[in-house]
């Protein structure tokens, strides 16, 4: 009979958890704003802004203390339980500064969650294994389709504030499975930024932060407004999540064959793939005139995430020494992640609210053809 890994079993709980709780949160959170607020999508975009800003903050701070200390586990942990109580607080706003305030705090808190359990994740897998990281990130997939295909309804009969009911829900259980996974060795906070400012300035890093920045801005803007995109179809709140839904699910195919993938062309290859098909993604989703058009184009998520985000995670981390994993994803996600959602978030209001979405959509397939020409133009396959 075989025995269970309770390690393993807690971080498959943590990822479905931690993402069920964002699925609950993100793509509801643009509708909340701007349907309480009554306000455009420049200022919606200014708005959301606020959570990678704080997180190029938050991620230095947190990433010091914890290479430091130690035990990402327990830190990860901490950060949910505040994230969760933080979370109820914004019932309590009605302007946009108090929200912004709110959401800033709440940033604080939770913008190291993911990466600090992609950190956690693959110290468990080891140096040997680590490309196995995506059948371990399909429990976050699945907590996301759960979320997504449950709280629409939810809101729909009660009200959008219930996300910051629900999301707490989540995030404590997700902390509760952190509790469980045991230490791993720390190690020196000078030494360890030390070496990842020397791995930021290899040339290789550099082109590959260009093309992946460039990537992330298109996906971001896209992503940001999404939903009320969805809305402006047409969609209500159980329709928003099934968008929400189908582009989730078509990850799971992707999920299962990541790996070989990888194996078989090379981490720069389907880097390339990704971005290609991400193009023709965006820019026919400029054109379309019902909510339920949006769902075909959605299926294509599968090689943005699963190929784009997690190979690009993967690629930083191939590219890193072991003993600075989660200060080189701490950096991967300040340049990259944050830097894409606060220039997709500006744009992203900035095209919709002058030009419509159709402008939206179609400029971040051109830019997305931009990042795919520097990746395989200058970039090449990491050293290990």
């Known amino acids: 009979m075989k025995i269970k890994d309770p390690v393993k079993q807690a971080i498959r ?55 430091r200390h130690g035990h990402r586990s327990r830190w990860a942990a901490i950060l949910s339980i505040c994230s969760g109580c933080i979370a109820p607080l914004f019932l309590l706003g009605h302007s946009i500064m108090t929200l912004g305030v709110l959401f ?7 913008s190291p969650l993911f990466p600090l359990s992609d950190a956690v994740a693959f110290d468990y897998l080891g140096h040997h294994r680590r490309m196995r990281l995506a059948f371990l990130r399909i ?13 629409g309804k ?39 930024w030390q070496v990842v400012h020397q791995l930021m300035m290899k040339q290789n890093v550099l082109y590959f932060l260009v093309a992946v920045i460039l990537f992330e801005t298109a996906n971001q803007m896209c992503y940001q407004f999404l939903s009320v995109y969805g809305k402006f179809l047409g969609a209500s709140n159980v329709q928003v999540g099934t968008i929400w839904a189908v ?35 965006w820019i026919p ?51 990259v992640i944050n830097t894409g959602m606060i220039l997709g978030s ?5 095209l919709s609210d002058h030009w419509g979405y159709g402008a939206l959509y179609g400029t971040a397939g051109v830019i997305v053809a931009c990042a795919s020409a520097v990746l395989i133009c200058c970039v090449h396959e990491p050293d290990k």
């Open 13 to 67: 709980v943590n990822y479905f958890f931690l993402a069920f709780s964002m699925g609950a949160f993100h793509p509801y959170i643009a509708p909340f704003f701007k349907e309480t607020l009554n306000i455009s999508n420049i200022q919606l975009g200014m708005l959301l802004l606020v959570r990678p800003a704080i997180a190029l903050i938050s991620q230095v701070v947190w990433g010091v203390i914890i290479d």
């Open 285 to 335: 989703m400029a054109f379309v005139h019902a909510w339920w058009q949006v769902i075909p184009f959605q299926t294509l998520h599968a090689f943005t995430l699963t190929f784009g985000y997690l190979g690009a995670a993967l690629f930083m981390n191939l590219e890193s020494p072991d003993h600075i994993r989660f200060s080189a994803q701490a950096f991967y996600g300040m340049f």
């Open 139 to 151: 429990f976050a997939s699945l907590g996301w389709i759960m979320a997504v295909l449950s709280v």
């Open 104 to 110: 800033a705090l709440w940033s604080f808190f939770q």
């Open 247 to 281: 582009a989730t699910i078509s990850e799971l195919i992707t999920m299962l064959t990541f790996l070989k993938v990888v194996q078989k062309i090379g981490i720069k290859k389907v880097l390339a793939i990704a971005m290609v098909i991400t193009i023709f993604r």
């Open 346 to 350: 500006f744009l992203g209001g900035f």
């Open 154 to 192: 939810i809101y729909d009969l009660w009200d959008l504030k219930a996300i910051f009911i629900i999301f707490p829900f989540g995030v404590l259980i997700s902390a509760l499975a952190l509790s469980r996974i045991p230490a791993e060795i720390s190690v020196g906070v000078q030494k360890s």
